[in-house]
Structures are given as structure tokens and as C-alpha cells.
């Protein structure tokens, strides 16, 4: 009786060491993939909600796919402020992303660059960005403040061709949504 609870109990041990090993060895088919989001909703709330003129992208081709949105209200910014984050997969596959607020211009764009250290400007659309460099993380960025009281970066570790183009969609969005 003994010898066939232990039998079975060794059976039981080699299916589920047999199931752990293709579990394990074989990888899921969506692992690599992107999850492409929708950012409608937060662009809705964000454009309700902010007490600034918002902006988002308009125009990049499809090969630029969304892959997070999260717009925060108040939070580590403080009472008051409007915070979107919008990340891109580029077409090379790297990431960059918007990242707008009326938070307080310094440390806010100190946070988004990992204070990066400053580059020379650029002009794009007609405005002055100023640029930053993180090369220990691979980060480069793009920010502009303005006097009305809100920070646009455009920030990643894509390549500064692929942060201008993202720049460059950058269109005011309707208040209301």
C-alpha cells in the first residue's frame, strides 16, 4: 500500500516538473509584442481638467504606436496640478513620450530629463525647446515652459530625429475634450 502511494505520489511530481519545464521553456507568442493603448479617455479628462491650454500629437503615422497613458490630477506634483504622460513605441523600437503639466517648470522638468545635462536649444514649429542628455540611461529630451504656467517634455530613448518628430505633432487640443 505504501509503495503505491508513493508511486503515485512520484508520478504526480514528474507531471507537474514536466509541466514547469515547458511552461518555462517555451515562450508566449505576446511576450515581445507592444500592447497598443487607446489615450481617448485621459485626452477627454486631460482637456476637462487642465488648467492650461493642452496639447497632444496629431498626425504621426501608424507606425508610432501608444503604448501607456496616465493622466494624474494633483498627486507628487502637487495640489492643484494637471499631469499627462503619453509613451510611444517608435517605429525603431525605441520609447518617447509627452509629458505636460502646469506643476512647477524646475523640478518638474528636472524629474522628466533625470537632470540631464543641458544642450544647445532648437527651434521647431517656432518655439525655442531646450534639449538635455542622460547618457547613463540612454535618455535624451526636449522641453519648453511657457509663461502661462505649463511644461511640455518630449523625453525617451529614442533618437533626437524621433523626439522632434513627436514635437514637431504637437497640436492644442479643444478644452471640453
Known sequence: MLNRV???GLSA?????AAAVVVAAVPAPHAAEPVTVSYRGDLAALTRLAPYPAVAPAGLPASWQPVSSALAVGGANGAGTVTWHLGYLTPGGTLASLEETNASPAGFVRRMTNDGTPQPPIRL???TWRLSATPARGQRSMYVTSPAGFTVVVTGDAS???LR???ASLRPVAAGG
Open 6 to 8: 508513493l508511486r503515485g
Open 13 to 17: 511530481l514528474g507531471c507537474l516538473l
Open 125 to 127: 514649429n517656432g518655439r
Open 160 to 162: 533626437w530625429a524621433d
Open 165 to 167: 518628430e513627436l514635437a
